[in-house]
């Protein structure tokens, strides 16, 4: 058990499922940590009507940090919802119950512990370890006075909000543009084409999926590039098909990237949690990792570029 260093009491915003077989499990980390340690848990999935995502957000932004507790009834929200404290420079820890694979991109910035839901007090240990520490952090971050986001807060979710905000850093690019896609992302709807044909110095480059490793959205796709290059001719844009799995999705201009990830899960009709959900976030370069952040999303893309295929033009 720990006391913070400036008797402060820190907000947790706690991301969970809504499941009724969960509450126990839920009801019990949050009781642990409010007792044990200087945090208070806010949590949403006792609130009715549920919140919507503009409010999960305001939410987050309003707590110190982020703690996850995913059962193996797993929430696709959960993800978004770490994805969205990260991007408000959020400190997030999380607990995985036994037989969750707690891989994949956010496992590299997020801590993490194990549960077991039949001996809750067997996680004690690793809880206020993993607990003390995001206090520490806290601490020293009011402290220091560090609180700046890492990224642009603002999570951009509807097709409106995506295609203005594209449109807005269209006008502030004076050279290429690429992006990478799987069939017909928001961004190649026709608002932002439309804006593209009047930018006459942009080029634009294309991954998208390989229309002959997707049998059942191969024609969409081959329809979607013969969109494209009608709106701004075959000198303007570029278009090479890959056959890999996508890892993200991804808009990257000169200062800015907006991105969103794709987790594959076998088990799920869809294979990619998060795929059918066109939120993305706005990372942007004017903080150090923020600058990090996009060169490694822009080294991934020019490897992806690389190993990509062009198409066969006969074909289109």
Known sequence: MTHTLIGKRYQAFISCPFSESD????????????????????VACDRQPLPTQDKVLE????????????PKSRSSWIDSEIGM????????????EEGVDPTGPYSLVADYGR?????LE????????LANQLVRLLDSRIVSGVTRNIFVYKLLSTDEEIQNRLIELLAETRHSVDL???????????????????????????????????PLKGHIIEGKVKEMRAVLGTNRVRVRGYRVEPFMRTVLFETSALLG??????NTVYKFIGAENNSLVEFTNDTSLGNLWLGLIRSRFAY?????EPFDDAKL
């Not at 404290?85 to 995985?96: G, H």
């Open 304 to 308: 992806a570029w690389d190993q990509s």
């Open 85 to 96: 404290a990260l991007a408000l420079n959020k400190p997030v820890i999380a607990f995985y």
């Open 261 to 266: 990830m794709y987790r594959w899960v076998p």
């Open 23 to 42: 509450a126990a499990v839920i009801r019990w980390f949050t009781a642990t940590i409010e007792r044990l340690l200087p945090i208070d848990c806010y």
């Open 122 to 129: 067997s996680t004690l240990d690793s809880l206020v370890q």
């Open 180 to 214: 990478w896609c799987y069939s017909t992302e928001t961004f190649l709807k026709d608002k932002f084409l439309s804006s593209l044909s009047n930018e006459r110095d942009i080029e634009l480059r294309v991954l998208i999926r390989h229309p002959d490793s997707d």
């Open 115 to 119: 549960f077991n839901r039949t001996s």
């Open 59 to 70: 939410n987050i932004a309003s707590r110190d940090c982020l703690i996850a507790i995913v």
